[in-house]
């Protein structure tokens, strides 16, 4: 099959170049609206968990292509996740923390505040950050080079007031397209 959109970082464009009035910041609302009607859309044609699946494996591609461009090679857990706490609140993503951390990496559990996809949106009884949970697996399996799987118990669409991503070394993107399991928590 040709493709049309095979992702790649210069998709995201000069922005100092084409956009020298209104610079790199747009309102959050219209990040939302995208991704709202999106689901949508994608729902009614796909269905609930396929749909949530596909944003899981954007999140995914997504966390690698973030990792490889934002974040920048290093080797060592904690300059990871410095690095990974600055660039997250320098652009308005987030505001993470590590709650948990298994001494072999085969676990770790991450607190966003302030979440861009749900933070102040209603409380609906599930959880709605798979993009989110698929970019902590993108970013994991970036740096520590195997997949991991990732979940999120705590969400603002439950009634919490931040979100929360439990991973854990598993099979990576296969799993979770066939284990509805992992993706509905
Ligand atoms: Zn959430």
Request: hydrophobic share 35%; proline share 3%; with cysteine.
């Amino acid at each position: 099959m040709e493709r049309r959109y095979p992702f790649s970082w210069e998709l995201l464009g000069g922005l100092n170049e084409g956009r020298p009035t209104l610079g790199r910041y747009a309102r959050l609302e219209a990040y939302r609206l995208m991704q709202y009607t999106m689901r949508d859309v994608l729902e009614e044609r796909l269905g609930t968990q396929q749909t949530e699946g596909l944003f899981y494996q954007a999140g995914q591609l997504a966390g690698k292509e973030f990792y490889q461009h934002m974040i920048g090679e290093t080797h060592e857990g904690q300059w990871l996740l410095r690095r990974l706490q600055q660039v997250l609140r320098e652009m308005g993503l987030g505001l993470l923390r590590l709650e948990e951390a298994a001494p072999d990496n085969s676990r770790f559990v991450f607190v966003l505040k302030e979440d861009l996809d749900c933070s102040g949106g209603p409380t609906k009884g599930y959880s709605s950050c798979y993009f989110d949970a698929g970019v902590f697996s993108g970013v994991l399996e970036a740096f520590f080079q195997q997949p991991y799987d990732v979940v999120e118990t705590e969400c603002w669409s439950l009634g919490d007031e931040r979100c929360r991503f439990e991973a854990k070394v598993g099979q990576g993107l296969g799993q979770a397209f066939c284990d509805s399991s992992l993706v509905h928590g």
